[in-house]
């Protein structure tokens, strides 16, 4: 009698299994919905994150620091991913961009204070509630420890520092939890949701910035988020997008200040200046943006550092190569060692019956000449001495002085 019913047991569950398939889902596949399938705009994005996270309108914009309102408080934790995948250069990136919202909410007129928890394999509180601008100088120094993705503890940890009374929280004050992640969790990730629910329980709203094409996970990172989901997650392509996002936010609340802080020159007037006699190296390095409009519309002060020009001059077998590298504020210690990095792998790789010369030029306020033209082993040598100045980014003075 035993067998017949595990047998008719087994059919009705094959059935029901039969059915679960039989066109749509089955039961345990949790499908992605629609509206996070794809990466926004950066323009799209930027105005999401202005209107839902600043709660600002758009209609409202043009009156920011010229109207009274009402002021906003909020106590917000940020949690930030530092796991292996992010790396240090993009986790830089995050640093700046949380720095930049930072500064949006302070042009907007909010009373907020910060606390920052960052997580890899564990989960730490690096600060506990402070205002800015000592929270973004806490941020900036934030350390990089890689690790797993530990995104259960973060969220758990998250729930602590609301709870402690030591940590500076305010009573009866707006509670926010900014998560910035580009992956699905690998460390008790059955723990992630139920402890996601239990944030959101404790009456803490739950926004979620998702870095990355997200494959599989994205799912996981939209339950997360606090309900109505479409207003609480935020899509970007990579690091430099989130980078990318928060600078055109701020432009947007702040477009006087963001011109101010943003200067430069525009050369597609430049007469009798001619870059005639500059080519651009069909050489593309992997870490360099080659396009000349982006370099001439400043779009490396967001995406990153510099070009790589070759001067069209040749005398017999010898090529003059002279790099331009952003050593102002603009471009992060990372962002130079990567350059610094793409012109060694470059110096490295001779081409048959050819002798390369290089010469650098680092422009920051202004621009130097670093070393002339010299062999690809002695270049690679001076490229290890190239410092980082800090200041602004005079690309016509570069170009100026790589004519000369």
């Not at 302070?106 to 600060?127: K, M």
């Amino acid at each position: 009698m035993a067998p017949v019913f595990y047998r008719l047991m087994m059919i009705v569950i094959l059935a029901f299994l039969t059915d679960q398939c039989r066109g749509r889902n089955p039961f345990w596949f949790r499908p992605t919905p629609k509206p996070f399938q794809h990466v926004p705009t950066e323009n799209e994005t930027a105005t999401k994150l202005v209107t839902n996270f600043f709660r600002i309108p758009l209609s409202y914009l043009s009156q920011i620091g010229r109207s009274k309102r009402q002021v906003t408080q909020e106590d917000i934790v940020v949690i930030l991913d530092r796991s292996g995948s992010i790396g240090d250069c993009n986790y830089e990136k995050a640093k700046q961009a949380l720095k930049t919202m930072l500064d949006i909410a302070s042009e907007i007129g909010y009373d907020n204070r910060y606390a920052a928890v960052t997580f890899a394999s564990h989960a730490t509180t690096d600060f506990t509630f402070v205002a800015n601008p000592d929270a973004g100088i806490k941020i900036k120094n934030l350390p990089y420890i890689r690790g797993a993705t530990n995104t259960q503890a973060a969220l758990q940890e998250a729930k602590r520092v609301f709870e402690d009374p030591s940590s500076g929280k305010r009573p009866g004050i707006k509670k926010i939890a900014f998560l910035i992640t580009d992956g699905q969790s690998n460390v008790d990730p059955w723990k992630t949701i139920p402890n996601a629910n239990l944030l959101r329980a404790s009456g803490v709203e739950i926004f979620v910035v998702a870095v990355g094409d997200y494959k599989t996970g994205i799912s996981e990172i939209v339950e997360i988020a606090s309900p109505d989901r479409k207003y609480h997650v935020f899509r970007v392509a990579d690091m430099n997008g989130f980078l990318d996002v928060t600078n055109l936010a701020f432009k947007l609340v702040a477009p006087k200040k963001y011109a101010a802080l943003t200067p430069h020159k525009q050369l597609y007037s430049l007469e009798p200046f001619s870059l005639n006699h500059l080519k651009v190296s069909p050489r593309i390095l992997p870490y360099a943006y080659i396009h000349y409009i982006d370099l001439i519309a400043l779009k490396c002060v967001i995406r990153r550092f510099d070009s790589l020009i070759k001067l069209h001059h040749h005398h017999k077998s010898v090529v003059f190569k002279l790099v331009l590298i952003n050593a102002g504020r603009t471009c992060h210690p990372c962002q130079l060692k990567q350059s610094k990095f793409g012109i060694k792998l470059l110096s490295c790789t001779k081409g048959k019956h050819v002798d390369l010369r290089y010469a650098a030029v680092t422009f920051s306020n202004s621009a130097t000449v670093n070393f002339n033209f010299l062999p690809d082993y002695f270049a690679a040598v001076e490229m290890n001495r190239i410092t980082r100045p800090g200041g602004g980014t005079n690309t016509y003075a570069a170009l100026v002085k790589a004519t000369e």
